[in-house]
């Protein structure tokens, strides 16, 4: 599984990536020439209609669910409204076919805010909903549904909360034994094989040196500290279908505060070996294609093996795109992208969106026409175990079948 923060889909506050843009030392890249196939476009199987302003969310390959603000629907029709507040997010359970809608109610002045959580299965509501108080100016917490618990990630106390699904505390836990508060901290969780994992950030100094913690969480739902890395700030992090973890993230120089981003692998299968090299610059995404490690930049992709880290090779997309979202296709990745992002009143605007597929084996793009038109939302799915692939623009939702 891989977590890339998006400020848009997490609470944690948004972080910034540095501006500057740092040489790489004795590493060497090999930039491959590509092929990129001008296509016309690519056709649709099926086109429909979501709410104006709703967030599309395929469950799977029949059931098609959008939420807005204040509603969840499914084909067109209400199955679940909000009172007060407005819907947060939308999770599904990993093992089920429950999904949780979480709603956030702010109050006046600095009074405590309250996060609604409400299950949903058979497309109807199965528990009464309940709540947890967020005291203000803290920040909301990060959420993650494993086991049947469901864990609130406070990121500026380095803590994290447990509680059943129907709303039962189980406890507070910390993962380190000191880690001063501070907004700017981040904790990122991930689920490999069945197994949950925190990166902590034990404290804010942008100099800081072997500041951020892998820990994985034991079946006390105590946290047990695996490795330490030479990083400050973690912004992504990926597990391999091998074991081995990818952190990108930013690192102190020499002690100084000007942030510096590397990239981190360490093998989970006992290996002490931590491989970190330094990046030209943050990628705006990373994701394992099988065993290979992909860095999405603007122009470019750039791919790490393993097992061969100091000899990156990268395929040039030809021209600078806006990369918006990411799938997988068989031995393939699939990038979603603009042309332009023009901001506009309360939101932004993603303009010419095309659909590039880089085929890592053969080390080629293939560029493919969506649309000429500006959208506010703009979206791929690609639900688990199944072969359909869904864009979002606005409010309509075009399906493909892409593994052919």
Known sequence: MSYNHDPSKSEIPPVKYPTKSYMPNTFIFLILSTFIYSQNGIFPEQSFSIQESSIFLPINHSIKLSYDHTTLYKDGDAIYNVATGRISRVIPSPDSDE???ISAIFQKGKEPATLNFQAISGMEKTE????????YDIGFPDIVIHDERVFFLWSGSQTYSVFTLNGKMVGQYSLFDESPWNMEKVILGLVHNDQLFFLGMQNAMLNSRRNITLFQLEPSLESNPLATFDL???????????????VVGSGSLNGSVDPVPYLTLYDLNGSENVITTPLEKMPRKIRWIHNQLTLVYKDRVTIY???????????????EIHPIDYAEVENSLLILAAKSVLPSPKTIKYGTISLMRLDLPKKTVSTYHVSSGSFN????????????????????VNQYNLEQ
């Open 305 to 319: 093996d393993p097992t061969d880290p100091e000899n990156p090779v990268s395929i040039n997309y030809g021209r």
């Open 377 to 396: 939302k703009v979206k791929l799915s690609h639900p688990d175990h199944s072969n359909a692939y869904f864009i979002q623009l606005d409010d309509i």
């Open 99 to 101: 999904l949780f809608v």
């Open 232 to 246: 400050v700030q973690p912004y992504f992090a990926s597990f391999s279908p091998d074991n081995i973890l990818a």
């Open 128 to 135: 009464p909903s309940w709540q947890i108080k967020v005291p």
